[in-house]
């Protein structure tokens, strides 16, 4: 971490507000290009308002939120029990993928021209999406609050090489769980501060992550014992840049660096808060990890990846949804590039990533 102990110049998120103008064109004023990136690259994230048609989000809210009731019980749902709390009492936040049927994968959402712009501007021209997903957090407070963490276990170099947006079907804040954030973390981090790093061993291979299964007892031990960042790094950063939990209205996207420490927390109020996820990186760094799509929404993707401002899905295939649903949920983000990992510290281990097998 950053030897910097003073408090940070800024401590509060960077909204920027996205004219209606702006908005339906899909042509970003340049002064809120550069709000966004500046922000991005200093905070680890910012929040572009009003990107998405309200509209949008109220079907989609409407939809998945019928959808989570049935989830709840089902056994092959997948949660994110990387929390504080008894193993009973853990499932309080789920992987709730959109709805793949092509008259619901609306663009301002699954392609959005402002969202690709500022991430193009961070991570090189024709970025690849592999991952569309989201976490939808049961209400009443059911759950636990995650371990601090960054979305990756392995080592990591002192660049942005992987953004995640997130959009928000409604109007999240402490109210209703919204994520804990530490602001600035990710540019002050190493993989030295992460419980995953360890020196490198006999037998370790340098440029793989080890795969540790979710349905398994490795998963405790990942989870527990080497996920998450150290908490005497946490103890030292609280004392000068302590978290925040920020207000996002619906219709928003949140970039986020997917190198920022931060905390799911249980949704305390009585309705349920849906928030997408599509994790982007740069051409070059070759993430193995696919979108699972099916064959009849080729042609709208296709079309994405041709327009001026693309948004190009590293994306597999199917017959149809269900069949889509139904492969292995991929959340392997480390690089496959051998180039990569030679620019990285090769006295430690790779880390580890999560499979579902």
């Known amino acids: 971490m950053g030897s910097t102990s003073e408090p940070l110049l800024f401590q509060e998120p960077?909204?920027?507000?996205?004219?209606?103008?702006?908005?339906?064109s899909g042509n970003m004023a340049i002064e809120h290009i550069a709000e966004a990136v500046i922000a991005l690259h200093r905070d680890g994230f910012v929040v572009l308002?009003?990107?998405?048609?309200?509209?949008?989000c109220d079907v989609l809210d409407k939809l998945m939120c019928e959808e989570a009731e049935k989830m709840a019980t089902d056994q092959k749902t997948i949660w994110n029990d990387n929390v504080h709390a008894p193993k009973e009492k853990r499932s309080g936040n789920m992987q709730h993928a959109p709805p793949l049927q092509p008259e619901l994968m609306y663009e301002d959402i699954w392609a959005n021209r402002l969202t690709a712009t500022v991430i193009s501007a961070i991570l090189g021209p024709n970025p690849r999406c592999n991952f569309a997903d989201g976490n939808t957090a049961l209400g009443a407070g059911y759950g636990g609050r995650q371990?601090?963490?960054?979305?990756?276990?392995?080592?990591?170099?002192?660049?942005?090489?992987?953004?995640?947006?997130?959009?928000?079907?409604?109007?999240?804040?402490?109210?209703?769980?919204?994520t804990e954030l530490w602001l600035g973390s990710s540019r002050d981090t190493t993989f030295r501060d992460h419980k995953a790093c360890r020196a490198l061993g006999p037998g370790d291979d340098p440029y793989m992550p080890k795969k540790i299964s979710l349905h398994t007892e490795d998963d405790n031990y990942?989870?527990?014992?080497?996920?998450?960042?150290?908490?005497?790094?946490?103890?030292?950063?609280?004392?000068?840049?302590?978290?925040?939990?920020?207000?996002?209205?619906?219709?928003?996207?949140?970039?986020?660096?997917?190198?920022?420490?931060?905390?799911?927390?249980a949704n305390p109020s009585d309705k349920t808060r849906i928030m997408l996820n599509f994790i982007h990186t740069p051409?070059?760094?070759?993430?193995?990890?696919?979108?699972?799509?099916?064959?009849?929404?080729?042609?709208?993707?296709?079309?994405?990846?041709?327009?001026?401002?693309?948004?190009?899905?590293?994306?597999?295939?199917?017959?149809?949804?269900?069949?889509?649903?139904?492969?292995q949920f991929g959340i392997d983000f480390s690089s496959r590039n051998k180039g990569y990992w030679r620019s990285l510290d090769n006295t430690l281990a790779a880390g580890f990533t999560f499979i579902d097998a």
């Open 14 to 24: 960077t909204t920027v507000k996205i004219s209606e103008d702006e908005r339906t």
């Open 222 to 265: 990942a989870m527990e014992a080497n996920f998450g960042v150290r908490e005497e790094c946490l103890a030292a950063r609280r004392k000068f840049a302590p978290p925040v939990q920020p207000s996002v209205k619906g219709g928003s996207v949140m970039l986020r660096d997917l190198r920022l420490w931060h905390a799911g927390i």
């Open 49 to 56: 308002e009003n990107v998405v048609d309200q509209e949008h």
């Open 147 to 178: 371990i601090v963490h960054a979305d990756m276990a392995y080592n990591f170099p002192q660049m942005p090489c992987t953004i995640t947006a997130n959009y928000y079907l409604k109007d999240a804040s402490p109210a209703n769980g919204s």
């Open 283 to 327: 051409w070059w760094y070759e993430c193995p990890t696919r979108v699972n799509l099916p064959e009849n929404a080729r042609p709208l993707v296709d079309a994405w990846a041709k327009r001026e401002n693309p948004m190009v899905f590293a994306a597999r295939y199917f017959a149809d949804e269900a069949e889509c649903r139904a492969q």
